[in-house]
């Protein structure tokens, strides 16, 4: 069973940066066939997508993060690092992160609904002070 591991959420000022990182692993050499990605949980909100990457390694944002969150993917054997680097943090990012994982080379048409993925790490939380 794939196994994602959150860590880095923390209280950030207005503007400044943080990293979020998810350490993925426990499928083996399968870990290359999956799509991996974050997502985002407000209060009183849905869980919307931030930033995925598939597993051929496109790259896909949302509108509300794109030109300031930065997301990579590392490998290291059968292990992979996802960072969320985020600039210029905002309220409307602030929220509960989740690093989310499908065993799927592609995504089709929708790669940052939620319900493209089903294994789901417990969750780290941002919070923006002014």
């Not at 400044?16 to 799509?35: E, F, M, N, P, T």
């Not at 930065?70 to 059968?78: F, H, K």
């Not at 990012?93 to 939620?114: E, N, Q, W």
């Amino acid at each position: 069973q794939v196994q994602l591991a959150e860590s880095g959420g923390d209280s950030v000022q207005v503007g400044k940066s943080l990293r979020i990182s998810c350490v993925v692993s426990g499928v083996g050499d399968a870990i290359g066939r999956y799509s991996l990605g974050w997502f985002r949980q407000g209060a009183g909100q849905w869980r919307e997508g931030v930033s995925v990457v598939d597993g051929v390694g496109r790259f896909f944002y949302a509108d509300l993060v794109k030109a300031r969150f930065t997301l990579s993917r590392v490998a290291s054997g059968n292990i992979r690092y996802l960072h969320l680097d985020m600039e210029n943090v905002r309220c409307e990012v602030c929220g509960v992160y989740y690093c989310a994982g499908k065993r799927m080379m592609t995504l089709g048409g929708a790669p940052l609904r939620r319900e493209s993925f089903e294994h789901w790490g417990q969750g780290t939380e941002v919070r923006v002070s002014s």
